[in-house]
């Protein structure tokens, strides 16, 4: 028993303490931190916000207490009142009454708040608005799908800008080695020929006759027609040796170690007296105008001829590209008259190389200058003696001289601003100076002593007809299919709008191409067929020149529609082609 006394004595004792302790940490305010501790960012701002809050709903209350005040007296029966003993309710608002939507709502004034997050959503949610902003919906009209759709008409619609399309396809200039058709329709041929089909389009071909218009007793179906576009005149053709595009790398280097031409002086002069005579046959049908164009492709550089009446041009003419400035100087040792057409016009004087030479008055006139000029170093070389400079400064001055007119002669080097323009009996002596040119047939590497590549639409003394590879396959972009055709070889320019006129009047509605152009012949168009002339005659005269080319070429084996197509004298008309779409009965490209 004492044990227990003892207990709870000291129970009673310590029961205020006991109290103390327990209580008041939980009545203290879990928001508000004691005034002796470090107070956070976070807790000065909720403490702040909570304080907000509390001003604002005290205002709150006070508005309201004032308000029921205020109806109280204006009715001292309050919400009910009595008439003889009888109640009187106010009225209830009927839940089945009709929407009048010519009665204009009563406008509500909200109490002004003090700036919070309560006071900013009940200004955004304020039934009454500016005067300046109009609602939505009208007064006078229902919201109804009738009248958000008229509002819809209403409003101006920005529509996706129909890329342009035009009724012709650009001339293209350049050498493809790969092109692809694309359609969501399959095509009106396939890769499969059959006997007929193949004979007839290698007849029509060899005959240049256009076995899809006129009557003939050849096979005039698709596939034939197809097989005729993918045709090509070659010389040389060596089968063991890939000839187009010239890039020696292709070739493995077993090849270019164990080569029976480079070792064999005998086979090099055979295949060279075989080439003269292929490239001089080419040159004369294209002089008689029995030939369109014609190219001639180096390891270095590429070649392209074309017969009068080609692009509105009123001579033969010829581009080659890339040039570098021994090359350009040789030209000028042949008195072979040049332009360059993608060279600026801010060249010296005396930059013999680089200027062109546009007269052979000018190339003498140009010479004399330089002549002058060194003429006038000698006086300035002895007033340097005379100041007491050495001989050996005075050399290495000219020849940093001589080095910064070299570097300022080959910027454009190997590059398409070294592209060079011919025509007329220029483009005579540039083929005599090309087919005695021993730095066009290479003298090591895999194509040693093989002599250039003449590629031709049309037959020629020592040719052979090739074939492009074409090859078929369906091709899934995401969810669509579409059937493509691809052909590989040296396709020439003629062989893309020979394709696409024979789709058009297949009637198949779209399609697209892509080529892979030979990045070295890409200034042939960038170029503007290079002819100067042309620019300064008028439209008149031009249409002139196109309709006397198209007559004289008459026998080149084009047919109508695709002789126009290339001499057209617009040099708009010459672009460079990477992609061509056909739809809605019209071209575009890029």
Same mark, same amino acid.
């Given at each position: 028993?004492?044990?227990?006394?003892?207990?709870?004595?000291?129970?009673?004792?310590?029961?205020?303490?006991?109290?103390?302790?327990?209580?008041?940490?939980?009545?203290?305010?879990?928001?508000?931190?004691?005034?002796?501790?470090?107070?956070?960012?976070?807790?000065?701002?909720? =403490?702040? *916000? $909570? !304080?907000?809050?509390?001003?604002?709903?005290?205002?709150?209350? +006070?508005?309201? %207490?004032?308000?029921? &005040? @205020?109806?109280?007296?204006?009715?001292?029966?309050?919400?009910?009142?009595?008439?003889?003993?009888?109640?009187?309710?106010?009225?209830?608002?009927?839940?089945?009454?009709?929407?009048?939507?010519?009665?204009?709502?009563?406008?509500?004034?909200?109490?002004?708040?003090?700036?919070?997050?309560?006071?900013?959503?009940?200004? =955004?949610? *304020? $039934? !009454?608005?500016?005067?300046?902003?109009?609602?939505?919906?009208? +007064?006078?009209? %229902?919201?109804?799908? &009738? @009248?958000?759709?008229?509002?819809?008409?209403?409003?101006?619609?920005?529509?996706?800008?129909?890329?342009?399309?035009?009724?012709?396809?650009?001339?293209?200039?350049?050498?493809?080695?790969?092109?692809?058709?694309?359609?969501?329709?399959?095509?009106?041929?396939?890769?499969?020929?059959?006997?007929?089909?193949?004979?007839?389009?290698?007849?029509?071909?060899?005959?240049?006759?256009?076995?899809?218009?006129?009557?003939?007793?050849?096979?005039?179906?698709?596939?034939?027609?197809?097989?005729?576009?993918?045709?090509?005149?070659?010389?040389?053709?060596?089968?063991?040796?890939?000839?187009?595009?010239?890039?020696?790398?292709?070739?493995?280097?077993?090849?270019?170690?164990?080569?029976?031409?480079?070792?064999?002086?005998?086979?090099?002069?055979?295949?060279?007296?075989?080439?003269?005579?292929?490239?001089?046959?080419?040159?004369?049908?294209?002089?008689?105008?029995?030939?369109?164009?014609?190219?001639?492709?180096?390891?270095?550089?590429?070649?392209?001829?074309?017969?009068?009446?080609?692009?509105?041009?009123?001579?033969?003419?010829?581009?080659?590209?890339?040039?570098?400035?021994?090359?350009?100087?040789?030209?000028?040792?042949?008195?072979?008259?040049?332009?360059?057409?993608?060279?600026?016009?801010?060249?010296?004087?005396?930059?013999?190389?680089?200027?062109?030479?546009?007269?052979?008055?000018?190339?003498?006139?140009?010479?004399?200058?330089?002549?002058?000029?060194?003429?006038?170093?000698?006086?300035?070389?002895?007033?340097?003696?005379?100041?007491?400079?050495?001989?050996?400064?005075?050399?290495?001055?000219?020849?940093?001289?001589?080095?910064?007119?070299?570097?300022?002669?080959?910027?454009?080097?190997?590059?398409?601003?070294?592209?060079?323009?011919?025509?007329?009996?220029?483009?005579?002596?540039?083929?005599?100076?090309?087919?005695?040119?021993?730095?066009?047939?290479?003298?090591?590497?895999?194509?040693?002593?093989?002599?250039?590549?003449?590629?031709?639409?049309?037959?020629?003394?020592?040719?052979?007809?090739?074939?492009?590879?074409?090859?078929?396959?369906?091709?899934?972009?995401?969810?669509?299919?579409?059937?493509?055709?691809?052909?590989?070889?040296?396709?020439?320019?003629?062989?893309?709008?020979?394709?696409?006129?024979?789709?058009?009047?297949?009637?198949?509605?779209?399609?697209?191409?892509?080529?892979?152009?030979?990045?070295?012949?890409?200034?042939?168009?960038?170029?503007?067929?290079?002819?100067?002339?042309?620019?300064?005659?008028?439209?008149?005269?031009?249409?002139?020149?196109?309709?006397?080319?198209?007559?004289?070429?008459?026998?080149?084996?084009?047919?109508?529609?695709?002789?126009?197509?290339?001499?057209?004298?617009?040099?708009?008309?010459?672009?460079?082609?990477?992609?061509?779409?056909?739809?809605?009965?019209?071209?575009?490209?890029?």
């Amino acid at each position: 028993m004492d044990t227990l006394l003892r207990i709870y004595v000291s129970v009673l004792i310590f029961l205020p303490t006991m109290t103390k302790f327990i209580l008041e940490p939980l009545m203290e305010d879990p928001v508000q931190p004691k005034t002796s501790e470090w107070k956070r960012p976070e807790q000065v701002m909720q =403490l702040h *916000r $909570l !304080k907000m809050k509390k001003r604002a709903l005290q205002a709150r209350i +006070n508005k309201t %207490s004032i308000g029921n &005040a @205020s109806s109280s007296s204006s009715n001292p029966f309050g919400n009910s009142s009595s008439l003889n003993g009888t109640s009187i309710s106010q009225k209830r608002k009927n839940p089945f009454a009709k929407y009048d939507p010519n009665k204009k709502p009563k406008e509500v004034e909200l109490p002004e708040l003090e700036t919070s997050g309560d006071s900013v959503l009940f200004e =955004l949610l *304020r $039934l !009454k608005r500016p005067e300046n902003e109009k609602p939505l919906v009208p +007064n006078n009209s %229902s919201l109804s799908f &009738a @009248s958000i759709l008229t509002k819809l008409e209403n409003k101006e619609v920005i529509e996706p800008e129909v890329p342009k399309v035009e009724q012709y396809i650009p001339i293209d200039w350049t050498l493809n080695t790969k092109m692809r058709f694309m359609s969501p329709k399959p095509f009106p041929w396939n890769g499969k020929l059959k006997t007929s089909e193949e004979a007839s389009g290698t007849t029509g071909f060899v005959r240049c006759l256009n076995i899809g218009e006129k009557e003939t007793t050849l096979d005039t179906t698709p596939n034939a027609r197809f097989h005729q576009c993918c045709l090509v005149w070659q010389h040389p053709s060596l089968p063991w040796l890939e000839l187009f595009p010239r890039t020696a790398g292709k070739v493995s280097a077993s090849l270019a170690s164990n080569s029976v031409i480079a070792n064999s002086q005998i086979i090099k002069d055979a295949l060279y007296r075989e080439w003269s005579e292929s490239f001089r046959s080419l040159f004369h049908l294209l002089r008689a105008r029995q030939c369109p164009y014609f190219y001639v492709c180096t390891n270095t550089f590429t070649t392209l001829f074309r017969a009068a009446g080609i692009c509105g041009s009123s001579e033969i003419h010829a581009l080659l590209t890339p040039t570098t400035r021994g090359f350009r100087q040789s030209l000028k040792q042949e008195d072979i008259e040049f332009t360059m057409p993608l060279t600026k016009d801010n060249k010296r004087r005396s930059d013999v190389t680089d200027s062109g030479c546009e007269t052979l008055d000018s190339f003498k006139s140009t010479t004399l200058s330089v002549k002058e000029d060194e003429d006038e170093d000698e006086p300035e070389e002895k007033w340097l003696q005379s100041l007491g400079v050495e001989d050996s400064e005075i050399r290495k001055i000219n020849s940093s001289q001589a080095r910064m007119a070299l570097e300022k002669e080959t910027e454009v080097d190997n590059l398409k601003q070294s592209l060079i323009f011919v025509q007329g009996v220029e483009a005579q002596a540039l083929f005599n100076f090309l087919i005695n040119c021993k730095s066009a047939t290479a003298t090591t590497g895999a194509l040693a002593g093989v002599p250039p590549t003449l590629l031709s639409p049309v037959a020629f003394h020592g040719a052979t007809l090739k074939s492009l590879k074409v090859k078929e396959s369906i091709v899934r972009v995401e969810k669509d299919t579409f059937h493509s055709i691809e052909l590989r070889g040296p396709l020439l320019p003629h062989v893309l709008p020979s394709l696409c006129y024979m789709m058009k009047s297949s009637q198949l509605e779209q399609f697209s191409v892509s080529c892979a152009q030979l990045n070295a012949t890409t200034s042939f168009s960038l170029a503007n067929h290079g002819n100067g002339e042309q620019s300064e005659l008028k439209d008149a005269e031009k249409m002139q020149q196109s309709v006397f080319g198209q007559e004289n070429l008459s026998d080149c084996g084009f047919s109508e529609e695709l002789l126009s197509h290339f001499c057209h004298p617009d040099p708009k008309r010459i672009q460079n082609l990477e992609s061509l779409k056909f739809s809605n009965d019209g071209y575009n490209w890029s």
